[in-house]
């Protein structure tokens, strides 16, 4: 079955560095390659713009200032050259918050509950970031392309592949810059790992796997509340398309208004796979279900298989969300042939390991040091390592016989400061709109991964695998 026969019937929603071997200890490591990692960042064309002048100040709104919309204004108060003219949420609760937030940063603004006044006041705006439940996705960034202005959409594009292809086709047709919200496209470490680790050293050999999860424990997914004194009215929340107040709190699990932990969280990490492989999947099939919350309409937990197409051969790719534990948290392993790279957002958990294999003579340098030397990496001994337990006369007897796999060799990135999550993407689309850069996430891209992703809780409810062709990613 293909993925566009299920998704048609998916109806619209209208609403180191030395020639040791020995390695170096963490404390060492974050003393000496300090600059390395410096350098990339300050060299990379991501980095903050210089303190823009009066004519270069960019008058920008916001829709949305619930918890996501919020992280994303302390992230924009401290990019130069960013004047906040006006909020919009239908909660006022959210509202007062937003303002609020910026006030004390100097920005005066106005507070609306509707966009489209937001939009016929504000004629002045040069941007507007949309931070909306994923099925007000379209509707927002739709409405404020053709009112003329620039679009930062949160991810996930939508939850509709339909409305997502028209957010591509109006970005086309307004000539709009359109970016949305995978903010690791714009993370500095993974640009590093990829352009640097993957394309130019391409020391993990050919790939063959790929690992990833985002876990979470019930402590961080349970049903939200809200503050009694600030509960929308039932009129105000049937006008904008919500049952109730649990509707609007907890959009996320229910099939009107999101697309599940896959596309919340999952969205993410399933993009890195698509970017890093630099092509979409052959397939996927995927197993979840309503284990834990019963109430919810969304699978709260989802594990899916992918099959990649490279040259080499075929990459299978297993992707996880939970919703009941929190155990190891987020992360994408590449593993190939040769070594394997562990990275996520959190810099503890990126890691390079190097197949023992590699080594065939202890007293010689490692193959990668060429990589140590250029200042990409550096071998790196993990304190609190296990050491190797003394063997046995009876586990050397078994090790003869399955024969001792070669230990790794780790290595860490250089890079070790990162700038807040979010904060180099919205960098990245403030220069484009001054002109001075490309979008790292144009809608085009984000529409690959949206059918990467969304495709995957049609692969739960089929019960098998799901083909794709290659025209599915394509407008």
């Known amino acids: 079955m293909s993925a566009k026969s299920i998704n048609a019937r998916r109806t619209p929603q209208k609403k180191g560095g030395s020639n040791s071997r020995r390695g170096i200890s963490r404390r060492d490591f974050l003393a000496t390659t300090a600059a390395g990692g410096a350098g990339f960042w300050l060299a990379s064309p991501l980095r903050a713009a210089e303190p823009a002048s009066k004519n270069d100040e960019l008058h920008v709104a916001i829709i949305g200032t619930g918890t996501q919309g919020r992280v994303l204004l302390e992230n924009c108060v401290k990019i130069p050259g960013i004047r906040f003219v006006a909020v919009c949420d239908i909660w006022s609760y959210s509202q007062r918050r937003g303002s609020g937030f910026l006030k004390d940063y100097k920005h005066e603004v106005s507070a609306y509950e509707d966009y489209r006044e937001m939009l016929d006041k504000e004629k002045a705006l040069d941007a507007v970031i949309v931070a909306t439940p994923d099925w007000m996705h379209a509707e927002h960034s739709i409405a404020c392309l053709q009112a003329g202005k620039h679009v930062y959409c949160e991810k996930e594009m939508s939850n509709s592949l339909e409305q997502a292809t028209q957010m591509v086709l109006a970005a086309r047709q307004t000539g709009k810059l359109l970016q949305i919200g995978h903010q690791r496209r714009s993370n500095p470490r993974y640009i590093m790992f990829k352009e640097k680790i993957l394309d130019e050293a391409k020391i993990l050999g050919r790939i063959t796997h790929i690992n990833g999860q985002w876990n979470r424990s019930i402590a961080s997914t349970g049903p939200l509340g809200f503050p009694k004194d600030y509960e929308i009215d039932a009129a105000t929340l049937q006008k904008y398309g919500y049952e109730n107040m649990d509707c609007f709190r907890n959009w996320r699990w229910y099939k009107k208004y999101g697309a599940g932990p896959i596309a919340d969280l999952g969205s993410h990490q399933i993009d890195v796979f698509n970017w890093f492989l630099g092509t979409p999947p052959k397939s996927v099939m995927a197993s979840g279900g309503t284990d834990y919350y019963k109430k919810a309409e969304w699978y709260d937990n989802v594990m899916a298989i992918y099959e990649f197409p490279s040259p080499q051969g075929l990459i299978r790719a297993f992707y996880q969300v939970l919703s009941t534990s929190s155990s190891r948290s987020y992360f994408e392993v590449f593993m190939g042939v040769d070594g394997t790279l562990q990275i996520s957002e959190d810099a503890r958990k990126c890691r390079l390991y190097a197949e023992g294999h590699l080594v065939k003579d202890e007293k ?90 969304l495709t995957v809780n049609d692969a739960v409810a089929a019960t098998k695998r799901v083909d794709f062709k290659p025209e599915e990613f394509k407008v």
């Open 364 to 453: 010689q340098d490692h193959p990668w040091k060429p990589w140590v030397d250029k200042k990409y990496i550096v071998e790196f001994e993990d304190p609190a390592a296990e050491k190797p337990k003394e063997t046995t006369s009876e586990m050397a007897a078994l090790l003869e016989i399955y024969g001792p796999s070669p230990k790794p060799t780790q290595f860490l990135l250089t890079l070790t400061k990162d700038p807040p999550y979010h904060r180099p993407h919205l960098e990245n689309f403030f220069d484009a709109v001054r002109g001075k850069a490309k979008l790292n996430c144009p809608p085009e891209v984000a529409y690959e991964t949206a059918v990467t992703v």
